[in-house]
């Protein structure tokens, strides 16, 4: 039996990995003042993120129609495949996952639609490695369990250059009680079992990317690692340089997707972790 898998954009699978390992990926919606723009098209990354402080209205984000999902579940199951393993962003963070659901109801058994508990490339890990092993023939179980298997073990840290943005999306409770804004302190963050978590802060930038680097160390060898980003390339490829050799192969260096960034800002600094 084919299996295909299909996630959503907040994965941050860049294009050519997501062609090479046939994943779907469907656009989520970022809405800038009143416009609507699917992720990827019609502004770019870097453009968005230049814009974003002076923006009067705040970006938000929206999850694409159902119709959406159950036309690219049609599609794939007429033509490539007889099951879906649909993996997105996690419920706590998004609806996404939720609409998932809802189309895959038309389907009967076919679709199996899961929450990653994740975003950017701790959801796109699990998409990419899920994708490997349905390429290799795995049946349906065994993909399951590699998308387990590397949920359990993916670690996704960020440096934040400000709480505000946090603490306007309303979705962590915690960054509305924080004055880290006024005391300029750099917020650390992890994303674990779908909720952002705090892990302390940092006094200035460069002692922050001092943390990232030890925090990592502390993990030893890896077999994945991305450095993550919000329009801050010369801290993350300085980052990646100083981590060629932790994993494998040399670290992806990803500008993360507007839909996430709308609610982290510009200049933030990470990684996505599989530890072994």
Do not use: C
Not at 80 to 109: D, K, P
Not at 158 to 168: H, I, K, N, Q, S
Not at 207 to 234: M, Y
Not at 269 to 276: E, H, K, Q, S
Request: charge should be positive; glycine fraction near 6%.
């Amino acid at each position: 039996m084919k299996i295909a898998i299909v996630t959503d954009s907040t994965s941050d699978i860049p294009a050519a990995l997501a062609a090479r390992y046939a994943v779907k990926v469907i656009p989520a919606i970022v809405v800038i003042n009143g416009r609507s723009y699917e992720d990827g098209k019609g502004l770019s990354r870097e453009a968005f993120y230049q814009q974003m402080p002076t923006m009067e209205t705040p970006p938000t984000t929206s999850t694409p129609a159902v119709g959406v999902f159950q036309q690219v579940y049609e599609s794939i199951l007429n033509s490539e495949a007889q099951a879906i393993v649909s993996i997105h962003v996690s419920s706590l963070l998004s609806g996404i996952f939720s609409t998932a659901q809802m189309a895959a109801q038309s389907f009967s058994e076919r679709i199996k639609v899961i929450d990653s508990g994740q975003l950017s490339l701790g959801l796109g890990y699990q998409a990419l490695l899920a994708a490997q092993e349905a390429a290799r023939g795995a049946p349906l179980e065994y993909v399951l369990q590699k998308i387990e298997d590397v949920r359990q073990r993916v670690r996704v840290i960020a440096m934040l250059d400000t709480l505000e943005y946090v603490r306007r999306s309303g979705r962590v409770s915690w960054a509305r009680a924080r004055i880290g804004s006024l005391l300029r302190i750099k917020p650390f963050v992890e994303v674990k079992n779908g909720q952002v978590l705090s892990l302390g802060q940092a006094r200035s930038r460069s002692k922050g990317i001092e943390h990232l680097l030890e925090t990592l160390q502390k993990f030893g060898r890896l077999e994945q690692l991305s450095v993550l980003h919000t329009n801050a390339e010369a801290d993350a490829n300085e980052l990646a340089a100083r981590l060629e050799k932790a994993a494998p192969s040399p670290p992806l260096v990803v500008n993360v997707t507007t839909i996430v960034g709308t609610h982290v800002g510009p200049n933030g600094l990470g990684f996505a972790a599989i530890t072994t």
